[in-house]
């Protein structure tokens, strides 16, 4: 069979038209929040909802030779798990991992008029709703490509795909699949990631890195139950001021910058020159992608200072609070405790364990006013920088960009965690990766008014049919990075 690489584009077109939006609007609709954020997952049947439309999807696929199964472990959430043998000639013993997930963050609050975590409703290219572009069109994009690749003779190695249900949760389920299915999975040459983002519409983006994560509460108690703030404002400390104190020691309240010299790492030398040209090279800083209200300004108005706050350096947000009522109900009572959650985004290449060890010293030490304060970690996960690329790799992405973008690819690093990254990182250290997404301006994940680009995933679906070609035409024994 012949190569017909225009046969790609517009087969790719007619599939996600006729085929993927209407079921990706079904998934929209299902609120299947992570198991983190919902312990009652099971009993809700959502998790459930989701993995039957996915897989039900998959089995249609017309894909020559796939087994496509649910794979559950006890107490777990499951995970969709496809095998496709090499096609059109390509090398059986060449093996490309495609991963992606189908849990969602929660509704959060924001939504604008007209528009929902759950109701999927489309606005000119985008398709609104919590989860379409985080990470819902991951399967579809992937056995999308495959088929498409297929289709137009290319020749392909085998494939497995994995598609989870805990990411959002910081995949704690994931390591013990990827360990029963060792032996199916193989080893791999090649990983796609289709869980990242991208800084245009224009074009393929690659992540080059990625942060890590650490989360917890931090809890100040000092009295057993509330008093009146008339009667004791004065005479016990504020709960509230004294988080406020513990948070200076970890943040520079003025500028940002976390302080213990321990939360940050060298940034290596070719990533200062990777983000110094990609600032060079967009036409809007990373600032004008947001939301600001009118006369509202960045940390920095420096573009490449934007891209290594956001890739390679520690960053804290309080993203939940407890102990505060609502303002409508606020009383002149001295709280006896506040609760702050901690989100601190740390560098791609830090060790998360030490990272807490220190975040824990910081906050813990010689709390103010006797003050009883703790601080539960509940999520720590590494950063992933990305190995060198091959140079069949790196020619690949260039030239499918260009043939359905019409511009060449780029590389950026991404403020975000994907869990799984560092751990596949580990476990396949002579693989090469790609790791990509459609999480572009404004798309606003885990936010409210999230939305996917429909022809940015559209033409991430036909490159991928493009790489996967050029994956099984390479020599990766002789290609492989040093």
């Not at 959002?168 to 699949?177: A, I, R, T, W």
Request: include cysteine; charge should be negative; aromatic fraction near 6%.
């Amino acid at each position: 069979m012949n190569d017909n690489d225009q046969s790609v584009d517009p087969f790719v077109t007619d599939v996600w038209e006729r085929d993927i939006l209407p079921t990706l609007r079904e998934y929209i609709t299902i609120p299947n929040v992570s198991a983190v954020f919902e312990p009652q997952w099971i009993a809700l049947g959502h998790m459930e909802r989701a993995v039957s439309l996915l897989a039900d999807w998959a089995r249609r696929r017309p894909i020559d030779g796939m087994d496509l199964s649910v794979h559950r472990l006890e107490g777990r959430t499951p995970v969709l798990f496809a095998e496709i043998p090499a096609a059109n000639g390509g090398p059986a013993d060449e093996t490309v991992f495609l991963y992606g997930h189908l849990d969602k963050q929660p509704e959060f609050t924001g939504w604008r008029d007209g528009l929902g975590p759950w109701e999927p409703v489309t606005e000119d290219d985008r398709l609104y709703g919590r989860g379409g572009a985080d990470d819902g069109y991951a399967m579809f994009a992937a056995l999308t490509a495959i088929q498409a690749a297929h289709e137009a003779g290319f020749p392909t190695a085998r494939c497995v795909l994995l598609i989870e249900a805990s990411e959002e949760s910081g995949s704690p389920d994931l390591p013990f699949h990827v360990d029963a299915l060792a032996e199916r999975i193989g080893t791999p040459s090649l990983i796609v990631c289709l869980d990242s983002g991208a800084l245009d519409y224009d074009r393929m983006w690659t992540t080059t890195s990625l942060r890590g994560l650490l989360a917890g509460e931090l809890r100040v108690s000092i009295t057993h139950e509330g008093v009146h703030s008339g009667s004791a404002s004065g005479v016990i400390p504020s709960t509230f001021r004294i988080a406020r104190t513990l948070l200076s020691r970890l943040e520079d309240e003025t500028t940002g910058e976390i302080l213990p010299p321990e939360l940050h790492v060298d940034i290596p030398p070719h990533r200062l020159e990777q983000a110094a040209a990609t600032a060079a090279e967009m036409p809007d800083d990373l600032a004008s992608a947001f939301p600001f209200l009118d006369g509202a300004r960045p940390v920095t108005d420096d573009p490449t200072e934007q891209l290594l706050n956001r890739t390679w350096r520690s960053q804290l947000e309080v993203t939940g609070a407890d102990g505060l009522p609502p303002c409508a109900q606020a009383g002149n009572v001295l709280r006896p405790s506040t609760s702050l959650y901690l989100s601190l985004r740390i560098p791609p290449t830090a060790d998360p364990d030490a990272m807490q060890a220190v975040l824990e010293r910081t906050l813990l030490a010689d709390p103010p006013y006797g003050a009883a304060v703790t601080f539960a970690a509940d999520k720590g996960s590494p950063g992933w920088n990305a190995p060198t690329l091959a140079p069949w790799l790196e020619t690949s992405l260039r030239d499918a960009s260009l043939a359905t973008f019409g511009n060449p690819a780029r590389s950026t690093g991404e403020g975000g965690s994907i869990p799984f990254m560092g751990m596949l990182g580990e476990r396949f250290p002579e693989a090469q990766f790609v790791v990509t997404g459609v999480l572009g301006p404004g798309s606003n994940a885990h936010g409210p008014n999230e939305f996917l680009h429909v022809p940015t995933a559209t033409k991430l679906t036909a490159v991928i049919a493009r790489v996967l070609r050029d994956h099984a035409r390479a020599d990766h024994g002789a290609l492989a990075p040093s």
